[in-house]
Every structure is written in structure tokens, then in C-alpha cells.
């Protein structure tokens, strides 16, 4: 779903942005939260940022393997929903513009003019709507682990036809062709509703993996276990709760190596044998005659455009290549920008320790 130049006019293109940046700059607050746990749990305060640049990194690598929908249509995953309830829908939201940012400067997909737009309908709607229902549904499911990955397939099914209906919306005030609104919203979110099973799946089987091997890696996981039972007396009372386990021992460096091993094979590998089909935006627009005033990219002469590696002409290598250097770019950029965040809610927790001691 991404959108390119010269779909949406100027002046919602600009609105679409002004929300972008403002969904970016609460996210940016809201991730210290996310990414710094208990403002005492310094020790381990370098360890959160790089497992959310790998998930920004997995979600870009996913976006490339296009799998078939229907007939003459594929689709690909969207993220929001993997991200916000792996790593918190701040810090989800962040992940997304890491990855479409990366995107749109060097593989030019996706328009530098729709970034705000792109934004707005995958980064901002698809996380909201996603980890809203999810936080809804876990709240009245059984206290489980499953059931964290029956909710996680329930946002995902949801959030991308909600993301194809936000796009539409902003279509309909700022699209530059005359047609019919009502047909486009229908071929939209019918085709993302199908797009929205695949979409489920993968992210179902994504969380349910990590929950398996790191569930308190997971952000949507946290405070879900049931305590242990135990009768005393005749009557049931909560069992003592574990000692943690050491930072050391509990350091995720095995687990971030995996991820970015898996994201480096999906990108480099599996890639290629994604499915060549437009996706769902793409044959709407083809179909409806959106894509008539579609302009050319401004990084259209990029060396990795159409995410191809400029003068190899054997597409596997070329393709498999430019994959590896976006999971590496976002891995760094998405890890850089946590970093930051991380460390300006480090000093805050730092400052409030000094001002108010125990």
C-alpha cells in the first residue's frame, strides 16, 4: 500500500504530513516509556533499542516477499500490527517510518511527496487500530499465551482493510482523478481483506515464535501469565513469585542475531521468489484509473531503485543484494534512532532519581 507521487494533491499531501510528524513526535515520547521498562532498570538499558531496529529490519524484509491474493493480485505484510505488539505501539510506530522512510529514499518506493500519507494510513492507522483491538481482545481472553496470539491474528486481519479505508478517505478529498469513491473504497478493502488473512498469519506465527523461545521479549505479552496456585489451608492462594533471572542470562544477543540472520535470508533469498503481481493498491489504482497522474520518483536514478542493485544484471544477485543492504540500513537506522530515544529516558529516570531520592 504504498502510495506514490501525484496521487493525492498537494494540500492533503501536506495535512497527511503535519499528522505524520506529529503521530512521529509522540511516538518519540512515548517509546522512552516503551523502551526503558522500570526508570530503575538501567542495567539493562542498551538492549531494548537494538531488538526494536530488528524488528523494524524483519518488517522490512517481510514487505518483500510478496505472496498472491487473488487473481492477478499479490499483497505483502504491512507491519503495524507485528511491530506494535512486539515491541508497543509507540515504538511500532516508529519501526514503520524507519521502514518506509528507508523505502522511498533508497528503493524509491513509495513517494517522497506521500511520505506523510504513507505514514499516516500504515505507520499511524494500522498500528492504532491494530493494537487497540488486540489490547481489547486480550483483556477478555483467558490470561494465556495463546490467546496473545489469537488477538495478535485479529488485529492484523483488521488493521489493513482500516488502513486501505484511511487511504481512500484521503482520496477522496485529495485525489487528482474523478472517480467514483464508492467503488474504490470497495475494491480496496476488499482486496486488503484478503490481504489482511496473509498479513494475519504472518504476524500470528511471528509473535507466537517469539513468545515460544523470549516471551518477555514481547511487549504485548507483558503482565499476561497467570500466577501459579497453590492451596494452603484448603483455599488458593498465589504462589511466590520467581527471582528473575540475571541480565546476563537473560541478554537477548542470540535472540537478535536469529532475527537479523532470518531477516537477511527472507530479504537476500526468499525475495526473489516473491510474487511478481501488482499488489492491491497498485491493481486498484490500474483498475479504477488512479495511477493515470502517478509521477515519476524522485529517487527513480537511485542505485537501488525498484530494490535492484544498479549495474549487476543477474537478477537474483541483484535483487537478493539490495535486499541485504535495506536490512542492514534500517537495521542501523532503526537501531540509531531507539538509541537516542533510549538513552534521553535513561538520563530522564536519571535526573528524577537525583531530584527525588529514596
Not at 532498570?41 to 522490512?60: K, Q
Not at 483455599?235 to 520467581?242: G, M, S, T
Not at 535486499?323 to 529516570?349: C, H, K, L, P
Request: glycine share 12%; charged share 15%; with cysteine.
Amino acid at each position: 500500500m504504498h502510495v506514490p507521487d501525484g496521487f493525492i494533491n498537494a494540500p492533503v499531501s501536506v495535512a497527511a504530513g503535519v499528522v505524520a510528524a506529529g503521530a512521529v513526535a509522540v511516538s518519540l515520547r512515548g517509546a522512552r516509556r516503551e523502551l526503558g521498562g522500570s526508570p530503575v532498570a538501567l542495567a539493562g538499558a542498551d538492549r531494548t533499542a537494538p531488538l526494536a531496529g530488528l524488528v523494524a529490519a524483519f518488517v522490512f524484509a517481510v514487505q518483500m516477499l510478496n505472496f498472491p491474493v487473488a487473481a492477478g493480485t499479490s499483497g505483502h505484510l504491512l507491519g503495524g500490527a507485528l511491530a506494535a505488539i512486539l515491541v508497543g505501539p509507540f515504538t511500532g510506530v516508529l519501526c514503520i517510518a524507519v521502514v518506509l522512510l528507508m523505502q522511498a529514499i533508497l528503493f524509491a518506493d513509495g513517494g517522497l511527496t506521500a511520505l506523510g500519507v504513507n505514514i499516516t494510513v500504515m505507520g499511524v492507522v494500522g498500528v492504532l487500530v491494530a493494537y487497540g483491538l488486540f489490547r481489547g481482545l486480550v483483556k477478555v481472553l483467558p490470561r494465556t499465551r495463546r490467546s496473545v496470539t489469537v488477538a495478535s491474528f485479529v488485529a492484523a486481519l483488521v488493521s489493513v482493510p482500516a488502513a486501505a479505508a484511511a487511504f481512500t478517505l484521503l482520496y477522496a478529498v485529495g485525489g487528482l482523478t474523478d472517480v467514483p469513491i464508492g467503488s474504490v473504497l470497495t475494491a480496496m478493502v476488499g482486496v486488503h481483506t484478503l490481504i489482511g488473512i496473509g498479513e494475519a498469519v504472518i504476524t500470528m506465527l511471528t509473535v507466537g515464535a517469539v513468545i515460544a523461545v523470549r516471551p518477555d521479549l514481547v511487549y504485548g505479552a507483558r503482565g499476561l501469565s497467570t500466577p501459579l496456585k497453590l492451596r494452603v489451608g484448603g483455599e488458593l492462594v498465589d504462589a511466590p513469585a520467581a527471582e528473575p533471572a540475571p541480565v546476563a542470562a537473560r541478554s537477548p544477543r542470540t535472540f537478535w542475531l536469529a532475527g537479523l540472520a532470518t531477516s537477511l535470508v527472507l530479504a537476500g533469498f526468499v525475495s526473489f521468489y516473491a510474487s511478481a503481481n501488482p499488489d492491491g493498491l497498485e491493481k486498484v489504482a490500474a483498475d479504477k484509473g488512479i495511477d493515470k497522474t502517478v509521477e515519476e520518483h524522485a529517487a527513480a536514478d537511485s542505485p537501488l531503485a525498484d530494490y535492484g542493485v544498479e549495474n549487476i544484471t543477474d537478477a537474483r544477485l541483484s535483487g537478493g543484494l539490495a535486499g541485504v543492504i535495506g536490512v542492514g540500513a534500517t537495521v542501523v537506522a532503526g537501531t540509531g534512532v531507539f538509541y537516542v530515544v533510549r538513552r534521553r529516558r535513561s538520563e530522564d529516570a536519571r535526573s528524577e532519581s537525583v531530584q527525588n531520592p529514596v
